[in-house]
């Protein structure tokens, strides 16, 4: 395709749109939403823009390589909600850094399902999202497939295996209010 | 009879606490004679539990929980969570709010720096320089004093704006304090950029090369100084940068080549300092008049943030590098439902493992302050932990989890 | 090697030192005995530096014009407002307070405000000097 010959070659910057359409073509009806939000701010009111797009979880990989292709991207953090029944995993990129006033956010979410928790690592394109994978497996139980460093990262490693603080079912919340409660019991004198 | 004797490598851990490291981090260095081999970084033992105490409590009270992440990072992290917040939420923002919150941003970065500069002189053994610049650093700190009411937690910020003006009865101090520095800027170049001792013992130290800094997603001043274009400042319209002009700070401005050790990282702070005061000043200048704030009332912010569903991204460039906030509101509480806190120290943690190997034992503490870490903004999320061995930690913190107490007692 | 550094060192040697030499001008050896001297008028406290216009010190609370909206209490960060339901008022506990002032930007009729008094150590954090009300 005579896209892909061109962007090989990162001098040429896409506009927001364009990049949305450059995977939007690729992978068609995979992505299952894509918007654009700008907003203008000082005296000039010049925009800046942010894209968020929701993706199926079997197209990942090829997603980030993508990405890689079209401009190497700096991964901010990785943030993650649970949704009841699945969980969102939120990769906050930019891309186009380094010209003034150029760049963009670009955030991809992928959900995957409470019962079968597992996303493969980006660790091999992008060496430095090592410790946001890392957080992820000891913060809301996402098993990172292939990831090179598996140990706990914040919480210490007497903390109880299967309690995973971000998660929003009752169970989780009672577990930790237990490791909590037994804290100071503070005397008020009145 | 000959024993067998093989040569092998010693483990040398240093940390949590030790004399050469500020904060506590835990070191395991792979050491052959002098020389180190590999490197092993464990984190987690100044966890605090803001991230899950903050989706406790509503958007006001988590700009002063935000501050006191960290204490010289206090105003960029309300920054990025009040970007954050008028993201998700659509809150427009005034536009002489966004000059102030300019100038506040960049007396910070000024007083970060000249702290660091300090430490790093005090870490190759350079005592003098360390008094000179602190007693610098308390120009700006009283300034600071003068135009927030206090020196280190400024709460100065709200969700829309900001809380106090910037009047004509300021500007006077403000001048003053930029003609002192502006004066003194060429006493601490020379002092630092100009020592044999200083150049011998940083130069070629601690290299992290254009590639490794690419792809290990460093942020700040530690990854310009090996060359690589990011600031947020620059690549984003953001506040009143966009209108004041703001470039990229690589040392090859100075020196005029590009090393990425840790002689290049002084340079680049030192820089980012004139550059500070540059800013301030235009943006006094500049300042357009206005509102302070979008919307005044409190109860009626928090009430419509109450009912508004919506997630953003705030973003910001602390002394230290990239600072991202995330927040998720669900439209039916007045607390977020996610938020999530990335500092920039947690960006630099993996480049130490290319700048350290091949170094020398003695070089660790100047390599490791070379990227000015922050512990305490690293370590914040998950939960708090009763064990013994974390009680020390959680002793400071003692006021803060007592009032949570009592605010459960209350609400019974 | 330090040759640029040896101008400012000199001339530092000529300079009056910076700090503040507050409470007194070296350490006294027994901080009771001190204490006593002063209150029997032996001995002066140098006084500490002054703060300047809108510091965020000590809470100031008139109860007259308190209406007892709760407002205060919804917005304090560290729970340090305590809400008296007989009276309708309200009660702070300095202990626990981080002196953000956001209950006296939020106060409707204005009764909370800053005083600039900073030295609140005490040993007991519900002692008498640290309860506002």
């Known amino acids: ?10 001098n040429k910057q896409l506009s927001p749109e364009e990049v949305v359409k450059y995977f939007k073509d690729e992978f068609k009806t995979k992505i299952k939403s894509s918007e654009i939000k700008k907003r203008a701010t000082g005296l000039k009111k010049m925009e800046f823009v942010n894209i968020w797009m929701k993706i199926d979880k079997s197209i990942f990989k090829d997603f980030i390589k993508h990405l890689c292709d079209l401009t190497y991207p700096h991964l901010a953090v990785c943030s993650g909600n649970d949704l009841g029944k699945t969980i969102e995993l939120i990769y906050n990129f930019s891309i186009y850094f380094g010209k003034n006033l150029e760049e963009i956010s670009f955030n991809v979410a992928v959900e995957v399902p409470k019962s079968k928790p597992e996303i493969e690592t980006i660790c091999d394109y992008i060496p430095g ?59 008020v004198k009145k | 009879m000959s024993s067998e004797t093989t040569q092998t490598t010693y483990q040398l851990p240093i940390g949590p606490i030790h004399p050469a ?14 020389r180190i081999v590999d490197v092993d970084v464990e984190l987690g033992h100044v966890h605090r539990a803001i991230e899950w105490t903050g989706m406790r409590r509503n958007p006001i009270q988590i700009i002063y929980l935000a501050e006191r992440i960290c204490g010289i990072c206090s105003f960029v992290h309300p920054m990025a969570f009040c970007r954050a917040v008028e993201n998700a939420v659509d809150i427009e923002v005034p536009e002489r709010a966004d000059y102030i919150r300019v100038v506040h941003g960049e007396l910070e970065r000024i007083c970060s720096h000249l702290l660091w500069a300090g430490v790093a002189a005090h870490e190759i053994g350079f005592d003098t320089v360390l008094y000179l610049t602190w007693e610098m650093r308390e120009k700006a700190l009283d300034l600071t004093e003068y135009l927030t009411g206090n020196r280190v937690t400024k709460a100065i910020l709200t969700i829309g704006g900001v809380r106090r003006d910037i009047t004509s009865e300021h500007i006077p101090k403000i001048s003053e304090t930029i003609n002192y520095f502006n004066k003194n800027f060429i006493k601490l170049k020379r002092a630092f950029l100009e020592d044999k001792t200083v150049k011998m013992r940083s130069q070629g130290v601690g290299i992290l090369t254009y ?25 984003q319209p953001y506040a009143a940068y966009s209108d004041l002009g ?9 020196t005029g080549e590009v090393n990425g050790d840790v002689y290049d990282r002084i340079v680049t702070r030192l820089l980012e300092v004139k550059q500070s005061l540059e800013i301030i000043q235009k943006a006094i200048d500049q300042m357009p008049a206005g509102d302070l704030v979008s919307e005044p009332k409190i109860p009626k912010l928090l009430n419509y943030i109450k009912k508004t569903p919506g997630e953003g991204v705030g973003r910001d460039e602390a002394p230290r590098g990239e600072v991202i906030h995330y927040v998720k509101f669900d439209g039916e509480n007045e607390h977020p439902y996610t938020w999530k806190v990335r500092a920039s120290t947690y960006a630099n943690i993996l480049p130490w493992i290319p700048m350290l190997k091949g170094e020398q034992i003695a070089d660790i503490p100047i390599v490791a302050a070379s990227t000015d870490p922050c512990m305490s903004c690293t370590n914040r999320v998950g939960v708090v932990n009763n064990k013994t061995n974390q009680k020390m930690m959680l002793d400071k913190e003692t006021l803060h989890k007592l009032s949570i107490e009592k605010t459960r007692r209350l609400m019974r | ?31 009771t005995d001190f204490l006593k001297a002063v209150a029997e008028g032996k001995a002066k406290i140098n006084p500490p530096i002054a703060t300047p216009k809108g510091f965020r010190g000590k809470i100031k609370y008139d109860t007259e014009k308190c209406i007892g909206c709760k407002l205060c209490i919804r917005v304090c960060p560290c729970g340090a407002i305590e809400f008296k339901e007989k009276e309708k008022k309200v009660k702070f506990y300095l202990a626990r307070c981080c002196f953000c002032s956001q209950c006296n930007d939020v106060c409707p009729t204005k009764c909370i405000s800053m005083s600039d008094e900073f030295l609140l150590a005490e040993a007991d954090p519900y002692a008498k000097e640290l309860i506002v009300e």
């Not at chain 1, 890392?134 to 914040?154: A, N, S, T």
């Not at chain 2, 590639?211 to 690549?235: E, H």
């Not at chain 3, 550094?5 to 901080?31: D, E, H, S």
Request: glycine share 6%; charged share 35%; with cysteine.
């Open chain 2, 21 to 34: 490291l500020k904060e506590p981090v835990m070191f395991k260095f792979e050491i052959d004679g002098e």
């Open chain 3, 1 to 31: 090697m330090g040759f640029s550094m040896l101008g400012p060192v000199f001339r530092q040697m000529f300079k009056k030192p910076w700090t503040n030499k507050f409470p007194a001008k070296y350490q006294p050896n027994n901080t």
């Open chain 2, 246 to 254: 703001i470039d990229y700070t690589t040392p090859d401005l100075l």
């Open chain 2, 211 to 235: 590639d490794d800094a690419l792809k290990l997603c460093a942020v700040g001043p530690t990854t310009r100084a090996s060359g690589v274009k990011k600031d947020v400042r620059a690549d």
């Open chain 1, 129 to 187: 999202s090592l410790i946001t994978e890392r957080e992820k497996q000891e913060m809301l139980g996402i098993k990172v497939i292939g990831i090179p460093d598996e140990r706990r990262l914040f919480l210490p490693e007497d903390f109880p295996d299967n309690l995973y603080p971000w998660r929003k079912d009752k169970e989780t919340q009672k577990g930790i209010e237990k490791l909590y409660k037994n804290l100071h019991e503070g005397k």
């Open chain 1, 1 to 10: 395709m005579a896209e892909k010959k061109e962007t090989k070659n990162t």
